[in-house]
């Protein structure tokens, strides 16, 4: 499914435990990995006002130690004056075909914290990416930085407004089962803004094909052999019923397109993706849709 990731690493992050979490990449046949740590011009600028430069390195190295431990082979990295907003071309360069991130959110908000470098990666996100969980929060008056393990093939949550980057997301989910994902929950939220009031008599006959068209997914999936898999269809603000899903299933990922209906084109600042990635302490897998195709996803219904 994927070959090469490439880890982007906040300044002064110190989570090693990232490595054995990533562990489960193993199974969706990574085998290698480069870890890059951006530093900003003024953070360069003050490292080199300190007698040693070895502690920026520390902790990259320290990732690279647990994933290999973990069992992949792994290159670190820690480049001066770049922007995060490089990721995606030096991904590329780099043979990577995934992007991982620090998703960092406060125990207290919920939300992710403003300033991280995954809000600053996936805004120009043009390769698959990960977005992981790392919770904040303050222990004995510092903050303290935590994430569970991740289980990338047990239970997947596949939110899809049947979208063409929905499809697209749709057979990166396939992939997954054929790697030995076990249960997939697929999730449609029929958006109530949408609907109401013009199209209000008319919701019964589109929860029907909604209905008919998550059942030719869930088709799809018991082909390539997943043993469980449940159909939602919801009503509402889709964020919110996404999230409430979430909560209600406990999956151990999310996978989904990165542009739904309606997008402007590299942009999705406000989505419904974006909301997720802000609020949700599930390890997430966005799926862009091929710059190269060029085309706005035509909306079905």
Known sequence: MFKKALICMEFGSDL????TCLSGLLNLGVKECLVIQFLSYSEAVNASFSYTTDHLQKNVEKMRLALEKSGFAAEAKTLSGRSPREVYRLAQEQGCDLVIVEGRFHSLSGEMLAGGIAASVIHNQTLPTLVLRVE????????????????????????????QNAD????????????????V?????MDKVR???HLKDRIDEFKALDQQRLKNLEERLRKKGVSTVDIQ??????????????R???????????????FVTELFLGSISHNLVRRSKTPILLIPLPRHEGNVPTAKK
Do not use: W
């Not at 997301?169 to 790697?179: N, Q, S, T």
């Open 248 to 262: 209600e299933t406990d999956p151990s990922l999310i996978v989904m397109g990165s542009q739904g209906r309606g």
């Open 195 to 197: 609907l109401e009031p």
């Open 185 to 189: 929950t697929l999730v449609h939220v």
């Open 136 to 163: 904040v929060s303050e222990e004995q008056g510092a903050p303290c930085a935590r994430m569970k393990l991740c289980n990338f093939t047990g239970h997947a949550l596949f939110p899809t407004d049947f979208s």
């Open 16 to 19: 090693p435990e990232v490595g």
């Open 233 to 246: 269809i919801r009503y509402g603000n889709p964020t919110v019923e996404i999230l409430n899903a979430v």
């Open 168 to 183: 697209i997301a749709f057979a990166e989910l396939e992939k997954l089962v054929e790697r030995g994902l076990s249960r």
